[in-house]
C-alpha cells in the first residue's frame, strides 16, 4: 500500500504554463508539507498544513499556491512556470504535536517537473 | 534558528569496510535528528531517529548514529559497507520542546557514499 503518493511523476511543459502537482497520503496524519529539491539535490521546504491551516509558508514565489481539501490531500498549483522552477517536488507527511517540532516525516515519490 | 552541516559531500568506501558520515547541527532548543536516505531516482527513507530518548540511536539496514551535545554531532555509522548502501544520505534537523518549527525539516548538503567492490 502506498503512504504518499504523487502524482504525475514526470511532468514536462513549456515556460509559462500553469501546472499542478498532487499528493495524497493514506496514513492519517494531519499534517502535509511540499519540498523543493533542485539540480544540487538541496531539499528546502515550501508549504506545511495542519488539518487544513497553512502553517509554513517559506519565501516562495506567489505562483506557487498549495491548497488543501482535506487532511489527506495537499496539491500544489504553480502559475506562469519557469525555467527556474524546474526541479523535484517532494510532498510529506507527518503527525505533528504542538510545541514539539513534529515526528519523522514520510516523503512520497517525487515529481520531476521540466520547464523548457 | 536551526541549521545542520554534512562534513563530507562525498565518501568513498570498500564493500565490507567502515562506513561514517559526519553531521554538525545547530539549534536554540533541544533538536529531533534524523538520517534520511535517498537512492538515485528515488523519494527519501528514513534510516534512524533521535528525539531525546538514548543518544546511540539504531536504525535500518544495520546504520546507527550518537548524538552528542557536547560537539553538537550526530554522526552516522555503519561497520561493514553493503554494494546496496551506495545512495545519498541527508542529516536533519527539527525543533523539539520549546520550539516553533511547526514540524519544519531542515535539510544538509547531502552526502554521496559510494561503495566500490
Known amino acids: 500500500d502506498t503512504a504518499v503518493s504523487q502524482t504525475p511523476k514526470y511532468l514536462v511543459t513549456q515556460m509559462g504554463n500553469d501546472k499542478s502537482i498532487k499528493c495524497e497520503q493514506n496514513?492519517?496524519?494531519?499534517?502535509m508539507y511540499w519540498y523543493k529539491q533542485d539540480s544540487k539535490k538541496f531539499l528546502k521546504i515550501m508549504f506545511s498544513?495542519?488539518?487544513?491551516?497553512?502553517?509554513i509558508n517559506e519565501t516562495v514565489p506567489n505562483r506557487f499556491s498549495p491548497k488543501s481539501p482535506d487532511k489527506a490531500h495537499l496539491n500544489l498549483h504553480i502559475n506562469s512556470l519557469e525555467l527556474g522552477d524546474s526541479a523535484v517536488y517532494f510532498c510529506?507527511?507527518?503527525?505533528?504535536?504542538?510545541?514539539?517540532?513534529?515526528?519523522?516525516?514520510?516523503f512520497g515519490p517525487g515529481t520531476r517537473l521540466t520547464v523548457l | 534558528a536551526q541549521s545542520v552541516t554534512q562534513l563530507d559531500s562525498h565518501v568513498s568506501v570498500s564493500e565490507g569496510t567502515p562506513v561514517l558520515l559526519r553531521c554538525n547541527y545547530s539549534?536554540?532548543?533541544?533538536?529531533?535528528l534524523f538520517w534520511y536516505v535517498q537512492h538515485p531516482n528515488k523519494g527519501l527513507q528514513l534510516l534512524l531517529k533521535?528525539?531525546?530518548?538514548?543518544?546511540l540511536v539504531k536504525g535500518i539496514n544495520g546504520f546507527e548514529a550518537e548524538f552528542k551535545k557536547s560537539e553538537t554531532s550526530f554522526h552516522l555509522t555503519k561497520p561493514s559497507a553493503h554494494m546496496s548502501d551506495a545512495a545519498e544520505y541527508f542529516c536533519?534537523?527539527?525543533?523539539?520542546?520549546?520550539?516553533?518549527?511547526?514540524?519544519?525539516?531542515?535539510f544538509g548538503q547531502g552526502t554521496i557514499l559510494t561503495v566500490h567492490p
Open positions: 498544513y495542519n488539518n487544513k491551516e497553512l502553517i
Open positions: 533521535y528525539t531525546s530518548a538514548a543518544t
Open positions: 510529506a507527511s507527518s503527525y505533528y504535536r504542538s510545541g514539539r517540532g513534529g515526528d519523522e516525516q514520510f
Open positions: 496514513l492519517g496524519h494531519d499534517t
Open positions: 536533519v534537523v527539527t525543533l523539539d520542546a520549546g520550539g516553533t518549527s511547526y514540524g519544519k525539516l531542515t
Open positions: 539549534s536554540s532548543y533541544s533538536p529531533s
